[in-house]
């Protein structure tokens, strides 16, 4: 995927954190470890996703995205259960 593509993935999601940070009073992003300053800030999306820092994304950790938790299983491309940068990478937003 092209760099480009995957910064503007990366923003399309900051957004749609954004959106959950207002509408759930930041319940469900504080119990994942998701800050506000993170989501303002823009970072790395699948790094703040990653609670554990163990350089992949489980079930548990992607339901606080709900576009990801929709498309968890198609992108888990050698079906282990759990989602790398590279497979994340494949995320669609819209």
Do not use: C, H, R
Not at 26 to 33: F, K, M, R, S
Not at 46 to 54: M, R, V
Not at 69 to 84: E, I, V, Y
């Amino acid at each position: 995927m092209k760099s480009s593509t995957v910064t503007t993935s990366l923003k399309n999601a900051s957004i749609i954190l954004a959106t959950l940070v207002f509408t759930a009073g930041y319940t469900n992003l504080a119990a994942a470890g998701i800050s506000e300053q993170q989501v303002d800030g823009g970072t790395d999306l699948f790094s703040t996703l990653d609670a554990d820092s163990n350089n992949v994304i489980t079930p548990d950790e992607a339901i606080y995205l709900e576009p990801l938790m929709a498309q968890f299983n198609d992108l888990d491309s050698n079906k282990d259960g759990m989602l790398t940068q590279e497979e994340f990478d494949a995320l669609s937003l819209g």
